[in-house]
């Protein structure tokens, strides 16, 4: 989902020790580029990788990598792959930053986003307890807008069974 970088990039290009980025998309062609952006643009603590997102959120687990937020910019589909957090066992309950599409009305649009990331988590996101905001990223359509959805991870998932991933979905 980390495409050719345009947020791991900016993020490890400036220098700064503390930020370490593990970056990954599917498609080859992307991980390519991402993997010539990081080296033309001299990032620190980029960790690239070229995996099914399902069993990369599983991986950064099962090796014990803490990690403190989560980007998930594939607006088209980022919320169905939320059920990869089901079971979690991370120290650290990470907040998790979700680019979907919507409508254009904002009020129903938010609920609707909110709905699609509680579903795919497995239990509902509370507004305050999850300290969830949804803002609009940009118009796409006349009647379709990006809307990013930000929330901390409940803590409920981690008592969910963890998703099975069957290698063909891999």
């Known amino acids: 989902?980390?495409?050719?970088?345009?947020?791991?990039?900016?993020?490890?290009?400036?220098?700064?020790?503390?930020?370490?980025?593990?970056?990954?998309?599917?498609?080859?062609?992307?991980?390519?580029?991402?993997?010539?952006?990081?080296?033309?643009n001299k990032c620190r603590n980029l960790h690239c990788y070229n995996m099914d997102a399902r069993v990369f959120c599983h991986s950064l687990q099962d090796q014990e990598i803490d990690f403190h937020h989560v980007l998930m910019?594939?607006?088209?589909?980022?919320?169905?792959?939320?059920?990869?957090?089901?079971?979690?066992?991370?120290?650290?309950?990470?907040?998790?930053?979700?680019?979907?599409?919507?409508?254009?009305?904002?009020?129903?649009?938010?609920?609707?986003?909110?709905?699609?990331?509680?579903?795919?988590?497995?239990?509902?996101?509370?507004?305050?307890?999850?300290n969830v905001v949804v803002h609009n990223v940009r118009n796409v359509a006349p009647n379709k807008n990006m809307y990013c959805v930000s929330f901390n991870l409940p803590a409920s998932v981690c008592s969910l069974p963890r998703i099975q991933i069957e290698q063909e979905n891999i």
């Open 73 to 130: 910019n594939l607006p088209a589909s980022a919320p169905e792959f939320l059920d990869a957090f089901r079971g979690f066992t991370g120290k650290t309950l990470p907040r998790i930053h979700v680019h979907c599409f919507s409508k254009k009305d904002t009020l129903a649009s938010q609920r609707d986003s909110i709905d699609r990331c509680s579903r795919a988590l497995g239990v509902p996101l509370d507004i305050e307890t999850n």
């Open 1 to 40: 989902i980390a495409g050719i970088g345009p947020f791991a990039i900016p993020l490890t290009s400036k220098g700064i020790d503390n930020i370490h980025v593990h970056a990954n998309d599917l498609n080859p062609s992307s991980h390519e580029y991402l993997v010539i952006n990081a080296k033309k």
